[in-house]
């Protein structure tokens, strides 16, 4: 008769042997499942994140380790998959219950992509543009954005021909 010879969990187990019918006698044996190590664990996140001003979680799509398909909170624990800012984050993955070790991931929360669009506008001679002639559509809800407004010069070749008025070159 064999007991102790089955486990699914890492741990320390004992085997025992014990003979039956005509026989007597046992054996008893020290076993153990070591923790699987995840330190080259494929991790998969969701790279669908974009600057909306507050606070965000990158979504763990993933974590395989082998042919073994690990899951958050029974085989791992997450840290440093929130950000706030546009810009490039790094997660890390810890092993735990029947894993061990840690694995980095790289995530990224996406620059938010606004609609500028300025006016056409002509001054006179020593006159100042308007700062005021833009939109900005798709701001973040109570964010504020302020252009300044460079003018390009372009010459009316003829009436400055008309007016003596020295074209200068590009």
Known sequence: EISGNKATNAGAYELIVTA?????????????????????????????????????????????????????????????????????????????????????????IHKKTVMLAAEDQTISYGGTISQNAYTIDGLVDGHIAVATLTPTVVYNEELCAQLGIEVPAN
């Open 20 to 108: 039956s019918g005509n026989y007597t006698g046992s054996v008893t044996k020290q076993w153990s499942i070591d923790k699987l190590d995840i330190s080259d664990a494929n991790v998969v996140i969701d790279d669908c994140l974009e600057y909306n001003g507050a606070s965000q979680t990158a979504v763990i799509v993933q974590v395989n380790v082998d042919v073994v398909n690990l899951y958050e909170e029974t085989d791992y624990t997450v840290s440093g998959n929130t950000g706030i800012n546009a810009g490039s984050y790094e997660l890390t993955v810890t092993g735990t219950g029947n894993f061990t070790g840690t694995t980095k991931g790289d995530w990224n």
